[in-house]
């Protein structure tokens, strides 16, 4: 998670993934951190980071369910510092099924996109790209400069799925958590995971 607007869909991806039963590696930015604060009004701290709060956080509008984990949830959540490049994710020999930066900041996407490699998680991202494996980039910034643009499609060549924060309305809109869910569920089509999150085109 790194510093864009959006942190509730990178929490929502997370606790519905690990309540799918799959293991997930979280890293968090400084300023995704400073987010997270702003916009849920959740406190992480980034060296010893509590993931485990972020699977009960609800913001004051959400009527979501969320379900408590248990020990078997939280032993599939695995942390790591952002500034730690000894962690197994910075490895294109640790397997993964595939990555998701989101929210995704603009500083984030300029840095996978020249391979700067300059905090762990544009490190994990350079990895996915030339393992080949998924990388799913989730940006939340209007408008777009042109410096963007070419970023984004300099990653979409390379191999990366840009995939805005762009929540549709066709699938019966009643809250904002069905707005988070849009996005939450395009994602984890993107990476393989089936879900019932959203009433897709077509299904009655």
């Given at each position: 998670m790194t510093g864009?607007?959006?942190a509730?869909?990178?929490?929502?991806?997370l606790?519905?993934?690990v309540h799918a039963?799959f293991?997930?590696?979280?890293?968090?930015?400084?300023?995704g951190?400073?987010?997270?604060?702003?916009?849920?009004?959740?406190t992480?701290d980034i060296h010893?980071?509590d993931?485990a709060?972020?699977?009960?956080l609800s913001p004051?509008?959400?009527?979501?369910a969320?379900?408590?984990?248990?020990?078997?949830?939280?032993?599939r959540?695995?942390y790591?510092?952002y500034?730690?490049?000894f962690?197994?994710?910075?490895?294109?020999?640790?397997?993964?099924?595939?990555m998701v930066?989101?929210p995704c900041?603009?500083s984030?996407l300029?840095?996978?996109?020249?391979?700067?490699?300059?905090n762990l998680?544009?490190r994990?991202?350079e990895?996915?790209?030339?393992?080949?494996r998924?990388?799913?980039?989730?940006?939340?910034?209007t408008?777009?400069?042109?410096?963007?643009?070419?970023?984004?499609?300099?990653?979409?060549a390379?191999g990366?799925?840009?995939?805005?924060?762009?929540p549709?309305?066709?699938?019966?809109?009643e809250?904002?958590?069905?707005?988070?869910?849009?996005?939450?569920s395009r994602?984890?089509d993107?990476?393989?995971v089936?879900?019932?999150?959203?009433?897709r085109?077509?299904e009655?």
């Amino acid at each position: 998670m790194t510093g864009a607007s959006g942190a509730i869909y990178g929490v929502r991806l997370l606790q519905i993934l690990v309540h799918a039963g799959f293991e997930v590696h979280v890293t968090i930015s400084p300023s995704g951190a400073a987010v997270i604060k702003q916009e849920l009004g959740a406190t992480v701290d980034i060296h010893s980071a509590d993931v485990a709060g972020l699977l009960t956080l609800s913001p004051a509008w959400s009527t979501a369910a969320i379900e408590a984990p248990d020990a078997s949830v939280l032993s599939r959540i695995h942390y790591h510092r952002y500034d730690d490049y000894f962690t197994p994710i910075a490895s294109g020999s640790f397997r993964t099924q595939a990555m998701v930066v989101c929210p995704c900041s603009g500083s984030t996407l300029s840095g996978i996109a020249r391979a700067a490699g300059s905090n762990l998680i544009q490190r994990a991202a350079e990895v996915h790209l030339k393992e080949h494996r998924k990388l799913v980039l989730v940006p939340r910034e209007t408008p777009l400069s042109v410096l963007q643009l070419e970023n984004m499609h300099r990653l979409a060549a390379a191999g990366a799925v840009i995939l805005p924060a762009m929540p549709g309305w066709y699938h019966g809109v009643e809250s904002l958590d069905s707005l988070v869910d849009f996005i939450v569920s395009r994602i984890m089509d993107q990476i393989g995971v089936d879900n019932s999150l959203i009433q897709r085109w077509g299904e009655s």
